[in-house]
Every structure is written in C-alpha cells, then in structure tokens.
C-alpha cells in the first residue's frame, strides 16, 4: 500500500509542477510600476506658438521615463529613460519654438540617460489602386507631410492625450492621434488590445472622414524612428498568439534597436499588423497592413520636420519604413472613411503576448480532464503493480 501511495504522491507532485510551471507561463512573472505626473508645456508661461508639448513623467523604483510628445512640426514622441529618480526635462522655449537648434530640450542630469528612442509621424501617402493590386509604389498622389497640417491643441485627460489635425485637401477630414502612457501592465481597451507595461506608451492613429482624391485610394503611413546611437535598425516578425484579443491575427511585429555587443532589446516600437475601417474596431472591420524594410534616412530633413528630433538630438541616426493599409480584394479607405492603427513604443524588451482568462480556462478543461484520468490511471496501474509485487513475493521456492 505504501509504495501505491508513494506512486501516486510523485505522480501528484509531477501534475503540480506542470500546473506552476504553466501558470508563470500565462501571468508572465512580477509587475512593475510607475507613479505619473503629467505637464503642458514644461516651464512655459503660455500656450507656444506652433504647437504643444507634453511631458509625462513616469518614476520607477530607481530610474524615470520621461515621455515627450510634441506638435511643433511633425508629431513626434520621445522617450529618454534615466537611472535616477529625480532628472528633470529643461526646455529653453525661445530656442525651441524657433526649431533650429539642437539641446534646446535637454534632460538633466545628462549622465543619468541610460537610453533614449523617438518616433516621427512623418507622411501620409496616398495612391490609387485602380487594378486592385495593393502595390504601394504606383499611381502616388503627393504626399501629405504631417510637419505642414494644422494641428489642434493637445486635449489631456489624465495620462492621455488626443492631438488633431488636418491638411488643406482633407475637406472636414482630420488625421488624430491619441497617446496613453500607463504606471502599470495592461491591455487596451479595444481591438487590436496590445499589451503594454510601465515601460511603454500606446499610440493609436486614426484617418477620419478625409476625401480620398480617388474612389480606389489607399493609404501608407510613413514613421521614422531614431534610438540614439543605437538606431532601430531592424523589423522582426514574431507569432502571437490568436485569442479574443486580436482574433485571426498571428503575427506581431517589432521594429527594435539594439546594442552593437548584444542582442538585448534596448528600446522598440511594436504593432499586430491589423487596421481597422471603422470607429469601433471589430472582426468584420479589420484590414491587414504590411510594413516596408527599414531605410537609413537623412537625419537633417528629419530634424528639420521635427521640433522635438531637432532639440533633443544633433546627429541622430534615423530609420524610415512605411506600414500600408489594406491587402487586394480588401475594400477601399472609401469604403467607410475610417482608418485606424495602433503602435507600442517603450524601452527594453517588447511585451510577450500570454493567453487570455478565456483560453487559460478552456485550456485547464481541455488539458485537466486527461491529466486526472491519466493520475487516476497511475494510481490504478501503482495499485496493480503494488499488488503484481506482492503475489511475486510470496511465490513458492521450487
Ligand atoms: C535602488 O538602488 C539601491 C542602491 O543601488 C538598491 O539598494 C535598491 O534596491 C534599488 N531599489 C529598487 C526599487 O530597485
Ligand atoms: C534660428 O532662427 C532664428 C529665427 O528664426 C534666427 O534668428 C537664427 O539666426 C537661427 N539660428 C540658426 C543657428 O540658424
Ligand atoms: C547612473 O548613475 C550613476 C550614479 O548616480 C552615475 O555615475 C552614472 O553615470 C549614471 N549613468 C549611467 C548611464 O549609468
Ligand atoms: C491596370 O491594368 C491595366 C490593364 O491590365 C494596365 O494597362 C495598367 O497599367 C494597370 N495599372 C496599374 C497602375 O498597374
Ligand atoms: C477632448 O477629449 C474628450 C474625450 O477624449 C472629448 O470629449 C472632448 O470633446 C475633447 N475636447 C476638445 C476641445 O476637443
Ligand atoms: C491639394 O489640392 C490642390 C488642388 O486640388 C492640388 O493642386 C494640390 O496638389 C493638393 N495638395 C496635395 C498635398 O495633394
Ligand atoms: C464639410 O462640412 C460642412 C459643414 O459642416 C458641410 O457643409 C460640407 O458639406 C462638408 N463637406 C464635405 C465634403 O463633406
Ligand atoms: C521596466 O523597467 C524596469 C527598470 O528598467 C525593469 O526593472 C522592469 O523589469 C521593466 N518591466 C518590464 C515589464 O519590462
Ligand atoms: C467612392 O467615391 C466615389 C467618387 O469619389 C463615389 O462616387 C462613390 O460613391 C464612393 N463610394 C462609397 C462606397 O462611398
Ligand atoms: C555600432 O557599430 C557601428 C558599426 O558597426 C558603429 O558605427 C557605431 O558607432 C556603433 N555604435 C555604438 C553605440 O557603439
Ligand atoms: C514610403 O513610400 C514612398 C512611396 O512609395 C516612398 O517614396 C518612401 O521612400 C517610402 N519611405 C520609406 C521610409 O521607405
């Protein structure tokens, strides 16, 4: 009986190890927080002219992310991590809004920059598919650059801010943006419900009632991205999982640079490749996006689009790609008017995605049910063996 117990008991241990180890699996470890403070504009006594700038500050236990996003030109977010819990963003505002020198916004102490990355919304393209082919490279109407919209004040609320705006052919149309940075881990609210950390902020894209300047028109938005001497250089398209976060979607994609001597991730900038054509993101309204190869870029039209590239950088190193909306055989912009993408920015590694409760529980069903039956299939087989040994033990001596 002993050893049936003994049997059942390793069998047990074997079953709880499997149950711990899948559990760290879906939580995916510890969590880590941040305290926010948000400001407009950083020591400027009015509204300045040409656009806002926001800074979120985001504390840790001992460093800081400072959060920076601009509408002087180009919109731009910028995010600079540091090892001490007190740097501080100075911004000389004369120097800033004349937009011609570099270290107008500097963030202090200058020793305490561990990393910094930002991302440029540099131009929205447009062409017209008239063959269906969803091929970028034709029949291109000319560029609309984000550094020439009007944009409208940044509209706060709380940890998020909502920036608008329009080019002259837009006719009641509008291009927003809408960034959140969080304390801690969590999902989106909607579709395609990235997962972000403390250590990232989600900006959502959105093209809203713009005329299209044909019936079959289709959009690219071209981003380019610095991560200061360690240029974001690289797309890597990973598997994610598919579950009732961003169903049909299999692929996560992740634009990262990182250090010459390691493959460590030091900052990134990642997106599921899914659009979605209306207000409120669904299955039926879900578009698949492609992204283009990484292109080195001259890093002085960047500076010169970018308020907050041009203060905080003077040589950057900067990586363009384009992502472009809609495959062949998918409606066109026209089809709702409504274009909308999300992005993750952050430093360190990307998020992984893990299974939601949903599938965690349909898993435990699916994959419980077997393991008891194959416990209590052991206890049965210990008990038979148990009892095998002992008929063998007492059989006669010849
Ligand atoms: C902060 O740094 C100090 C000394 O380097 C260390 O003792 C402490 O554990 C750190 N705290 C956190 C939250 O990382
Ligand atoms: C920057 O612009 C201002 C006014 O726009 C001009 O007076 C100044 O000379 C410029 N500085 C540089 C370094 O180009
Ligand atoms: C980090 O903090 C220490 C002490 O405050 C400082 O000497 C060092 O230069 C800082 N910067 C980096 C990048 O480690
Ligand atoms: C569209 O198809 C027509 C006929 O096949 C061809 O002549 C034309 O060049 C195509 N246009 C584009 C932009 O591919
Ligand atoms: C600011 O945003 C909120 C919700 O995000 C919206 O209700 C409000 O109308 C916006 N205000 C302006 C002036 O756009
Ligand atoms: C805007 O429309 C005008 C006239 O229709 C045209 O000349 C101009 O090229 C358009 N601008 C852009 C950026 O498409
Ligand atoms: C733009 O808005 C105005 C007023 O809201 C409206 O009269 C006009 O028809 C709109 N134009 C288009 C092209 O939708
Ligand atoms: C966020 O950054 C902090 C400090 O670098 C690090 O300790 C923590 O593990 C990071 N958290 C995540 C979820 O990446
Ligand atoms: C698409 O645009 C064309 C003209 O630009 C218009 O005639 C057509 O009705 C539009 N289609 C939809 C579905 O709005
Ligand atoms: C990384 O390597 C490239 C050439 O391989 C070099 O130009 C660059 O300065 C290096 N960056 C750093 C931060 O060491
Ligand atoms: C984006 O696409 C346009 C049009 O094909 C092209 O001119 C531009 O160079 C592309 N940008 C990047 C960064 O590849």
Redesign the pocket.
Known sequence: MAAAVNCAVSRLIFLFSVFTSSQSLFSGGETYERKLSVELNPGSPSAPPGGDLLHVRAVGGNDTLHFLFCSQGAPTLLLVHTNSSSSTVKVNWPLFVARNTSGSLRVEPESSILYSTAVVLSRLL?YDDVNDTADPTSDL?????LQDFTWSRLNLSGPTALLCGS???FTNGSLCLQLSVFGSEGRGQFWPRLIHTANSSQLGVWLDGVLP?AARSRFLLELQATGGAYPLSRVEVHRSIDDEYTPSIFKVSQWVSSANSSSDVLGFIQWKPVAYRQSNPALENATPCRHSDPRPQTGETTAASSGLIRAFYSKPDIFGLNVSFGFPGEPFYNSTKFLSWTVLMGVGSPPVDSFSSLVVTIMAVGLGTPVILLLLGGIWVCIRKRAADSTTAYEPIN
């Open positions: 447009e109407f000319p560029a609309y650059k080019a002259v052919n300047r």
